[in-house]
């Protein structure tokens, strides 16, 4: 068994991210750029007032639909969460300053491919036995490329179902006792001794929530991320530009530190010095996928539910994902990091003591814990509610509708022994099918890229409608 794990964790990681992930985005988000002519850039304004700006503007969904507004805030539920806050720390930690570089450039390359996946996502939809909108990568695998590929979309569901519970539950309720458990002994010391009882306890009503809101269907889902995911994302921006503006002195300082490592991370010297350039690379990358989950086809599932007026409107909530997720929160956890000028144990994958430490330098040891043990709490919560859809409907699509509440159920027990359990090698093996994911989606992807393109000429650059 240790074999098994060993190889997973390591051969089998190592040629997801470094020889599939790695060239895939950055390769195929480079030539989805330039065949539509830069969008992300060039049209980045029409996209912002196209997505942004009508956020908060009222919207009504049709029967078995989220509103476009839910649907990208479950998909965001499902990418703010403690890939912006631990993910960020570790990415610095156990791939230097310059790994931040190379985690803005997955995003800024990724906000295509992650346009992609939802425009074809809306395309390729299709409406399940309750009436409700389904779709996702196994759906632009059956829809859009027919039989012969269907092996593509059976695995990317295989891949989904599992990396669900390690990323998206496991994983998000071990950060969620983790940081309340720092809270705690800020306030309590002597509550130590009764940690075990306390992660069971909040294991048990973690799982109860999550199993009220999953149970509700997509429609619950999508208005509980409505209200909890801006919420949450403004907190944490005031908290994080407030520490950025007491250090002002060091962001200039930050931004050579990012950019002189890109390339050369044992520049920095000291602790760094033994961090080698493909680990500069691959953390960052991996962290950014971990952040905004562009290529790995996830998000598409959420926003398949989504009532709008067509294909590229919807796919356009992509690209502004990437920037709200990693080009906004995952920088601002970066540069309060290095700004506060906390000491960073290079090489030593953190948790979230790293943000919590500087945060500490502007609001103290006691309010910096509680301020991260809520806003980590409300990150990985949403986030375990978006997964929940992604694992479920990838089991529906697997066995059918009926056995999606098994799954459900599952992920629901799973939510207790991420509490209670020490899941350093879960966060590793998650990793794994995480990148594997991006296998069967960029086999889609790219043999579906000129539907894309097209669709793009039409609507941004001939004025016809998508």
């Given at each position: 068994?240790?074999a098994?794990?060993?190889?997973?964790?390591?051969?089998?990681?190592?040629?997801?991210?470094?020889?599939?992930f790695?060239?895939c985005t950055?390769l195929?988000?480079l030539y989805?750029?330039?065949?539509?002519r830069g969008?992300q850039?060039?049209?980045?304004?029409?996209?912002?007032?196209n997505?942004l700006?009508?956020?908060f503007?009222?919207?009504?969904a049709?029967?078995?639909?989220v509103?476009p507004m839910?649907a990208?805030?479950?998909?965001?539920?499902a990418t703010?969460?403690?890939?912006n806050?631990?993910?960020?720390?570790?990415?610095i930690?156990?791939?230097g300053?310059g790994?931040i570089?190379?985690?803005?450039?997955a995003?800024l390359?990724?906000?295509?491919?992650?346009?992609?996946e939802?425009l074809l996502?809306?395309k390729?939809?299709e409406?399940d036995a309750?009436g409700?909108w389904?779709?996702?990568?196994m759906?632009?695998?059956?829809?859009g490329l027919?039989?012969?590929?269907?092996?593509?979309?059976?695995?990317?569901?295989?891949f989904a179902a599992?990396?669900?519970f390690?990323i998206g539950?496991?994983?998000?309720?071990?950060?969620?006792?983790?940081s309340?458990?720092?809270?705690?002994?800020?306030?309590?010391?002597?509550?130590?001794?009764?940690?075990?009882?306390l992660?069971l306890?909040?294991?048990i009503?973690?799982a109860?929530?999550v199993?009220i809101?999953?149970?509700?269907?997509?429609?619950?889902i999508?208005?509980?991320?409505?209200?909890l995911?801006?919420?949450?994302?403004?907190?944490?921006?005031?908290?994080?530009?407030?520490v950025?503006v007491?250090?002002?002195?060091?962001?200039?300082?930050a931004?050579?530190?990012i950019?002189?490592t890109?390339?050369?991370?044992?520049?920095?010297?000291?602790?760094?010095?033994?961090?080698?350039?493909?680990?500069t690379?691959v953390w960052?990358?991996?962290?950014?996928?971990f952040?905004?989950?562009?290529?790995?086809?996830s998000?598409?599932?959420?926003?398949?539910?989504a009532?709008t007026?067509?294909?590229?409107?919807?796919g356009?909530y992509?690209?502004?994902?990437?920037?709200?997720?990693?080009?906004?929160?995952?920088?601002?956890?970066?540069?309060?990091i290095?700004?506060?000028?906390?000491?960073?144990?290079?090489?030593?994958k953190p948790?979230s003591?790293?943000?919590?430490a500087?945060?500490?330098?502007v609001?103290g040891?006691?309010i910096?814990?509680?301020?991260?043990?809520?806003?980590?709490t409300l990150?990985?919560?949403?986030?375990?509610?978006?997964?929940?859809?992604y694992g479920?409907?990838c089991?529906q699509y697997?066995?059918?509708l009926?056995?999606?509440?098994v799954?459900?159920?599952?992920?629901?027990?799973?939510i207790?022994?991420?509490?209670?359990s020490s899941?350093d090698?879960?966060?590793?093996?998650?990793?794994?099918?995480?990148?594997l994911?991006?296998?069967?989606?960029?086999?889609?992807?790219i043999?579906?890229?000129?539907?894309?393109?097209?669709?793009?000429?039409?609507?941004?650059?001939n004025?016809?409608?998508?």
């Open positions: 068994m240790q098994i794990i060993s190889f997973i964790t390591g051969t089998l990681n190592t040629v997801a991210w470094l020889y599939i790695l060239p950055i195929f988000g989805l750029t330039i065949r539509n969008l850039f060039t049209k980045f304004g029409y996209v912002m007032k997505t700006g009508k956020m503007q009222k919207q009504e049709g029967e078995g639909a509103t839910q990208v805030s479950t998909a965001l539920a703010v969460g403690t890939g806050i631990v993910g960020t720390s570790q990415a930690a156990l791939g300053y790994a570089f190379w985690l803005w450039l995003a390359l990724g906000m295509m491919v992650k346009y992609s939802v996502a809306i390729y939809r409406r309750k409700d389904v779709g996702g990568p759906y632009y695998v059956k829809n027919g039989k012969g590929w269907q092996w593509v979309g059976i695995l990317f569901c295989i599992i990396a669900a390690g539950n496991m994983s998000q309720v071990n950060s969620i006792v983790g309340i458990n720092n809270a705690v002994d800020a306030f309590i010391p002597a509550a130590a001794a009764e940690r075990g009882t992660n306890i909040l294991g009503v973690l109860v929530l199993g809101i999953l149970f509700g269907g997509i429609k619950r999508g208005a509980v991320a409505e209200k995911v801006p919420t949450m994302a403004l907190l944490y921006i005031i908290f994080g530009i407030t950025i007491v250090h002002a002195n060091n962001i200039i300082p931004f050579g530190k950019f002189s890109a390339f050369n991370p044992q520049a920095i010297g000291g602790a760094a010095a033994g961090i080698v350039l493909k680990e690379i960052g990358l991996r962290r950014s996928a952040s905004n989950e562009a290529g790995l086809g998000a598409a599932i959420a926003h398949s539910a009532d007026p067509g294909p590229v409107q919807q356009m992509g690209i502004f994902e990437c920037f709200a997720d990693t080009i906004v929160i995952c920088s601002l956890t970066a540069l309060t290095i700004c506060s000028g906390v000491e960073i144990p290079f090489g030593v948790g003591e790293l943000i919590t500087a945060f500490a330098t609001f040891n006691r910096a814990s509680l301020f991260v043990a809520v806003a980590l990150f990985a919560f949403t986030t375990i509610l978006g997964w929940s859809l479920s409907r089991f697997l066995f059918g009926k056995a999606a509440s799954y459900k159920a599952l992920y629901v027990v799973i207790v022994v991420g509490a209670v899941i090698v879960v966060w590793d093996i998650s990793d794994t099918f995480n990148g994911m991006a296998v069967p989606n960029f086999i889609a992807l043999a579906l890229s000129p539907v894309v393109i097209k669709m793009t000429k039409e609507y941004f650059f004025k016809k409608p998508a």
